[in-house]
C-alpha cells in the first residue's frame, strides 16, 4: 500500500534557527497537507496545499512558516527562526482530492519529531 | 466557535463492541467525517469516512444522524492490539476560512 513519507525522523535545532521538514506524499495525490502535534495534545492543521498555492491555513501557520514543492515529489515545511515553542510532531499528510466535498480521505506519514533547544 | 469533542477515554474488554462519538456542532455543509487511529510515535491511521447515515467497512462502522452534528464509530469484537487513540477529522468554515480540526481524541485501552 503506498505511504506517505517524512525525514528525518527526528530533527534537534537551536533557537532561532532555519528548520526544513521533508515529505514525499502519495504519487498519484494532488492534495497536500502539514499538520503539528504538541506533546499530550491533539494533532492541530497548520496548511493545505494544492496546485502549487496554498489553500487553506491557520492563523498557526504565520509568517514564520511556508511550504513548497520544489519537484514533482518532495513537500516541504519551513519554519524559520525556530522557537522553543515550535517543538512538536509535524505530520505530512496527502490526498487524492480534497476541500469541503472531498470524500478521499487524507493518509498521514508517521511525522518528524522536531526539538528546538 | 468550531470544535469537536469527545470522551477523553474509554476502557473496554476483548471480544466487546465499542462505540465512540464526536460531537462536531458546526461542521460544513458538504464536508465528510473522518476517523483515524493512532499509535504512540506514529501518524494518524485512516479507519472510515463518511458524509451521512451508516458507512460500514472490514474494520468499523460509522453512524451519522440526520443533523450531522455528531458521529459515531462503532469497532466491533475489539482486541488488544485496538488500544490506541482515536480521533475524528471534520471540516469547518470558520472566520471566512475553511479549515480541518481534529477531535479532541479518544484513548481506547482494550483490556484482557
Known amino acids: 500500500e503506498p505511504e506517505v513519507t517524512q525525514t528525518p525522523s527526528h530533527q534537534v535545532t537551536q533557537m532561532g534557527q532555519e528548520v526544513i521538514l521533508r515529505c514525499v506524499p502519495i504519487?498519484?495525490?494532488?492534495?497536500f497537507y502539514w499538520y503539528r502535534q504538541i506533546l499530550g495534545q491533539k494533532v492541530e492543521f497548520l496548511v493545505s496545499f494544492y496546485n502549487n498555492e496554498i489553500s487553506e491555513k491557520s492563523e498557526i501557520f504565520d509568517d514564520q512558516f511556508s511550504v513548497e514543492r520544489p519537484d514533482g515529489s518532495n513537500f516541504t515545511l519551513k519554519i524559520r527562526s525556530t522557537k522553543l515553542e515550535d517543538s512538536a510532531m509535524y505530520f505530512c499528510a496527502s490526498s487524492f482530492w480534497g476541500g469541503e466535498k472531498s470524500n478521499q480521505p487524507q493518509h498521514f506519514g508517521d511525522g518528524t519529531r522536531l526539538s528546538i533547544l | 466557535l468550531a470544535k469537536t469533542t469527545q470522551p477523553i477515554s474509554m476502557d473496554s474488554y476483548e471480544g466487546q463492541e465499542v462505540n465512540i462519538t464526536c460531537s462536531h456542532n458546526?461542521?460544513?455543509?458538504?464536508?465528510?467525517i473522518t476517523w483515524y487511529q493512532q499509535f504512540p510515535s506514529q501518524g494518524p491511521r485512516f479507519i472510515i469516512q463518511?458524509?451521512?447515515t451508516k458507512v460500514t467497512n472490514e474494520v468499523a462502522s460509522l453512524f451519522i444522524p440526520a443533523d450531522r452534528k455528531s458521529s459515531t464509530l462503532s469497532l466491533p469484537r475489539v482486541s488488544l492490539s485496538d488500544t490506541a487513540v482515536y480521533y475524528c477529522?471534520?471540516?469547518?468554515?470558520?472566520?471566512?476560512?475553511?479549515?480541518?480540526?481534529f477531535g479532541t481524541g479518544t484513548r481506547l485501552k482494550v483490556l484482557a
Open positions: 458546526n461542521i460544513a455543509t458538504n464536508d465528510y
Open positions: 504519487s498519484n495525490h494532488l492534495y
Open positions: 477529522l471534520v471540516g469547518f468554515h470558520t472566520s471566512g476560512t475553511y479549515k480541518y480540526i
Open positions: 463518511g458524509y451521512k
